[in-house]
């Protein structure tokens, strides 16, 4: 039950973030949007390692050999990947920042290839 | 008009895709059979105590090799892409007060070793490289913030950042050399599980991700910050 | 009992990521934005990932609001300058 809520929420974050980057019309918002999408996807992929009435994969010495483990894979794998999505998010607004400076606006309307 | 009709129809494309995730969950208790594996063999081939720490470390460590890279250009890239021109030089009008200043430099060593504190331990308790390097960027970003310095050292911070990535390299290729293959941290003793120091190379490798990982992401800060010149003015 | 909180920080967060997206105020925004972070890390820590939980609070909702705020402040500054310049 706690997996279908935690994957819905995540995919209702994807699908808000998508609508934010393809709707919002400031630089600053459609990077939000994407940082949004960012932790959605993050949210469905370790709702899927979640067992039941599992513990964190950590032995120490209240473990008993029945204890069930949450899958460890897709905490390993996130765990990367919101290192690697800080490091696109500032990547990001390096270059909305020097777009800001060439141009003297973050709205994404004054970008255009005839606006040069 | 057409545009947010456009944005709609993404938006539907979006959810048919990710609609099958929310309806065909997966039911069984039992785990998927690779991790299954890993949580049999990892306690007796590695002896950490921190499963996700074996697999981020040894059994997927070329994918943390491969992300520090990935983590490194991105840095090399905002510092390239906001290199200083000069004349963005603003001057600051605030003077941070004494307080604010000896609060910060208190609490700066405690941060410091907190962040120590995580990445050592990262095969016994959850945390690890990556959780500590942020805690002690967060760390210099308080003296930043605080008014306590102005400006990092580069050198010392790039220095930092390469000898710990070749350490990192140096280490995996030891294992080449002296245990089963690259990464591999068995060629040191495995030592008492669940002790400092256990499991074979798996903190020697964990704590210079953590130095990489907090040079690059102070080198990402310094880079984003304004530039200001602080005048001895105060508010 | 479990389940009420997931689902209360579910809607917590879908609620913080449209504030984030509609809000007039672009720091306000920043701030909403590192609320989602902030509370998805609080998630992690019911669904037994303590690992991604420590990671997702220092990264997603300190690191990454301050440098968007780094950000902010920069397309601020180039433009209209301190009047007391």
Redesign the interface.
Known sequence: MIIQIIVSVGALLVLIGLWGLLTRRNLIKMIIGFSIMDTGTHLIIVGLGYREGATAPILDSSITPGTHFVDPIPSALVLTAIVIGLAVTALMLAYAVRLYSSRGSALIEDFKENAL | MI??F??II??LG??AV??P??LN??TE?A??E??SK??ENA?GELGA?????S??VTY?GL??LG?VA??FA??A??GL??KRTGN?V??S?WKSSEILKSGGGFLFPLIILYGVY?FLHGHL????G??GG??I??GF?LLLLSGSVDSFNHTVMSLVESLSGFAYVAVALAGLIWAAGFLDPRFLPQGDF?RLFSAGAIPVIYSLIGLK?GA??LG??D????KVRREGVTA | MNIFIVIILGVLMLAAAGTALYMKSLSAAVIAAGAVSLLASVLYLLLAAPDVAMTEAAIGSALTTVVFLYALSRMRGTKKEDPRD
Do not use: S, W
């Open positions: 545009k947010r456009l944005a993404a938006l979006a959810a990710l609609l995730f929310v969950l997966p208790e785990l998927p690779l991790a890993y949580i306690p105590a921190n499963l996700v720490t697999i981020i997927r994918d943390t992300e990935v983590l991105a840095t890239a905002v892409l906001l963005e603003g001057v009008h995580i308790t959850p945390g690890g990556f959780q942020v805690v960027a967060t970003l669940g990982v690059e992401l990402i800060l880079a984003m910050r304004c």
